[in-house]
């Protein structure tokens, strides 16, 4: 598989088979991904990797978590911009649409987006999750690193014949996951990670989120 093929096919997926995935395979992406660009090679993030008995452990914490804390915690960062306005709203809103639409929930159906929203939770059934963490003193050009990062980590499972879904809903539990996890102070959650194999008969799998056309996203001057 080349770049172009993994790029393409890379979704968020959001329903994954009951397959066991071989820690080795895990460990060798997250070695070649940290050839992901850092700036001054700072290499600000750090990875943690929950499978087996203590995935299971943390779908029980959990399941116990969203009921008891429905809204989350206290987030430690804005996932979405205040005040956000059009043409980004309007994707958001439009991926949301297209999402629901796929599973069959209609708009008017809260509980029923609310229950599906939950599955999050429970990492979508993948036999693998990842948290990815930075330092509280680094900044925004540090955090765009830690994009890159886990791109090329999406990109290399591609590779392996492996899919995942980034999951920055994570972020609204950061006081539980730390806890589980037993993460220093001077770490902060940025997101979490499904990894597995995708399930093709998992309605939402067949959603492909649209893009904008290049001409709204890109100018040219002199080329």
């Known amino acids: 598989m080349d770049v172009s093929e993994a790029l393409a096919t890379r979704r ?18 997250l070695e070649k991904a940290a050839r992901a660009p850092s700036g001054g090679n700072l290499q600000p993030w750090h990875l943690y990797v929950v499978g087996g008995e203590e995935l299971t452990r943390l779908k029980e914490i959990m399941a116990k978590r969203v009921f008891e804390a429905p809204k989350g915690e206290a987030t430690e960062y804005d996932i979405y911009p205040k005040g956000l306005a059009a043409p980004y709203t309007d994707r958001r809103f439009q991926v949301g649409e297209d999402l629901y639409g796929a599973l069959g929930i209609p708009r008017e159906d809260r509980a029923g987006r609310m229950q599906w929203f939950a599955r999050n939770f429970m990492f979508f ?23 890159m990062y886990l791109q090329s ?15 920055e809903c994570w972020a609204i539990y950061p006081q539980t ?13 940025f997101t979490g990670m499904a ?9 939402a799998n067949q959603l ?16």
């Not at 968020?12 to 992406?29: C, H, K, M, N, T």
């Not at 059934?125 to 994009?147: E, K, T």
């Not at 990894?195 to 309605?203: A, L, M, N, V, Y």
């Open 195 to 203: 990894i597995g194999r995708k399930d093709p008969d998992e309605p």
């Open 125 to 147: 059934n993948a036999p693998v999750a990842l948290f990815c963490y930075v330092n509280r003193v680094m900044g925004p050009p540090q955090w765009s690193d830690l994009g």
């Open 12 to 29: 968020s997926v959001r329903g994954f088979l009951d397959e066991p995935i071989d820690g080795a395979l895990i460990r060798r992406v």
């Open 177 to 189: 996951i730390g806890e589980f996890l037993g993460t220093p102070p001077e770490l902060m959650l």
């Open 153 to 167: 980590v999406m990109l290399l499972l591609r590779e392996e014949g492996l899919d995942s879904c980034p999951q």
């Open 208 to 223: 492909e989120a649209k893009r904008a056309p290049l001409s709204e996203i890109a100018e040219f001057r002199g080329i």
